[in-house]
């Protein structure tokens, strides 16, 4: 058994459903967690300056471990929202499991600190590449049993959408909902959360998916953990290795596809559900947090 520090956003995952620090210790690890947004936030004055420096007083390893009465044997810092970072004086074996290596902002900040880290996952296997001082592994998002399933409701909605429709942010997500809308009964929903979130991903026959830069997405293994049909754009970052198009999900190349699609499967009831029962099982067998957790455990025990 190791005595690992997690440092993760807790309050934005934790609001989202995710509670990390419980899938490593379900595997019998002794997990000390420390709320990574409680530590300053690193800037670069949006890219006016070639280095990052801790709006305040960083959090260090050494205050963590005195606190804590303990010493620690690695550190994982999950990535999440903002720019925070742990400063490790005592140089602790660190690993770094990036959620948003496909936004450059996030990229740039990751590595700039990329050598402090004995290794690095992505969550999005087209950006590996650009870690080239420490080993980088792909090590995509998963979904959560205990959150994620289905909940057998009647399904009111033939399209469900959840998450940010700001046409600013996400031009052509919100178009083509825009679209779908002219047609079909469909239902957009921002803010929601937890339980939530799957009654909405549950009601509808079909889960809208488009991603905001080929990534990847946490919507994917969420909508397939409940059981429901997902229809997502063509995505890379190793969607097609984890899944089959048209057993698991079905995928769209632009918006007449996306349209004949949602027509189609909206008229076989059967060979929709069926898919979604793939998807459903391919998640839960290969793809929970649980089994992300278990990797990095044996990744650290090799």
Known sequence: MMN??????????????????????????????????????????YDALPFYFPKGNPTSVSAIEEQAQKKFDVIIELDGEGQFHLTNPKKVPAILWSMDTHVPAKRRFQLYFEKEFKT????????????????????????????HKNLQLPKIYDVVFVGNTNPNVYPERT??????????????????????????LNQGKIVFNKS?????????FEALGCG?????????????????????????????????????????????????KNGQKEVL??????????????????
């Open 4 to 45: 690992i520090l997690l440092a993760y956003h807790c309050a934005s995952w934790q609001r989202a459903g995710y509670f990390h620090d419980q899938y490593f210790r379900a595997l019998g690890e002794d997990i000390t967690l420390f709320p990574i947004e409680k530590s300053a936030y690193w800037t670069n004055y």
């Open 212 to 220: 905001f830069n080929g990534d990847l997405n946490m919507r994917v």
């Open 285 to 302: 067998e290969n793809h929970t947090y649980f089994q992300r957790a278990k990797m990095i455990l044996q990744y650290l025990n090799q």
């Open 228 to 276: 429901s049909f997902l229809l997502t754009d063509v995505i890379q970052n190793g969607l097609f290795d984890l899944f089959k198009d048209g057993k698991h999900l079905v995928t769209y190349e632009n918006e007449r596809d996306l349209k004949d699609k949602v027509s189609y499967y909206l008229r076989h009831d059967a060979e929709r559900e069926e898919i979604a």
């Open 120 to 147: 690095i996952f992505s969550a999005h296997k087209d950006f590996i590449r650009y870690f080239k001082k420490v080993p980088c592994q792909w090590l995509p998002f998963a979904c959560a049993p205990q959150l």
């Open 175 to 200: 178009r083509l909902l825009q679209e779908l809308s002219r047609e079909y009964n469909v239902g957009l929903f921002n803010g929601k959360f937890k339980e939530d979130m799957v009654r909405v």
